[in-house]
Every structure is written in C-alpha cells, then in structure tokens.
C-alpha cells in the first residue's frame, strides 16, 4: 500500500514563498519516481516537477526557476519549494508516485496524496 501525505499549504502574499513536504513510505520513496501536481478550481491537473530515484528533476516551464522540487534520503520526504510565488498559482497541490512510463514532470502516475492548499493573495 502506498501512502502519501502532504503538508505545508497554506496562505501567502504574492512574492512570498513556502515549502510543501510529502511524507512516504521508505519502500515508496527509494522505489519510485516521486513528482508534484496541482490542480486550481475549474482547470484540470497541471503536471510541475518529477524527481527520479537517482535524483534527476524536470520542471514544467510554468515553474522552471522558481519551484524546486527535492527529497531527504534520511526522512523519506519529498519536498516542493517555491519561491516568488503569483496568485495564479493559487492551488490543491499533490505529491505522486510511481510513473511506470518515464519520469518527467508531465507523465502519468500511478499513486497520489490527498492534497494540500496553496493561496497567493
């Protein structure tokens, strides 16, 4: 069983920044392509940064330079950093895992978080 869970949503004024933490299994963590999604009230699921089990990363290009995505060996933790952040990226944000098909920011995963919100005002 793989579990996901987010945290670290939360309220910010634009420009502002804030860390999302998604905690998994450790089986979770060192087995599969890790990545991060959001999905903003009417618009489908946007696809933003992947890291693979060797630790290389994509990033959309609607984040390229101001997301960074990474992952604590040690806490089996996967994180999503953002900086400069704009009202539209105002979101559920989710962490996913298994991406049976190549791991790149866009692909399709198999395994995903309950979310956590994201507000830039």
């Known amino acids: 069983h793989v579990q996901l869970v987010e945290s670290g949503g939360g309220s910010v004024q634009a420009g502002g920044s804030l860390r999302l933490s998604c905690a998994a299994s450790?089986?979770?963590?060192?087995?599969?392509?890790l990545g991060w999604f959001r999905q903003a009230p009417g618009k489908e699921r946007e696809g933003l940064a992947s890291i693979d089990t060797d630790g290389i990363t994509t990033y959309a290009d609607s984040v390229k330079g101001r997301f960074t995505i990474s992952k604590d060996n040690a806490k089996n933790t996967l994180y999503l950093q953002m900086n400069n952040l704009k009202p539209e990226d105002t979101a559920m944000y989710y962490c996913?895992?298994?991406?049976?098909?190549?791991?790149?920011?866009?692909?399709?995963?198999?395994?995903w978080g309950q979310g956590t919100q994201v507000t830039v005002s």
């Open positions: 450790r089986y979770t963590y060192r087995r599969y392509c």
């Open positions: 996913a895992a298994d991406s049976p098909y190549g791991c790149i920011w866009s692909s399709v995963f198999n395994y």
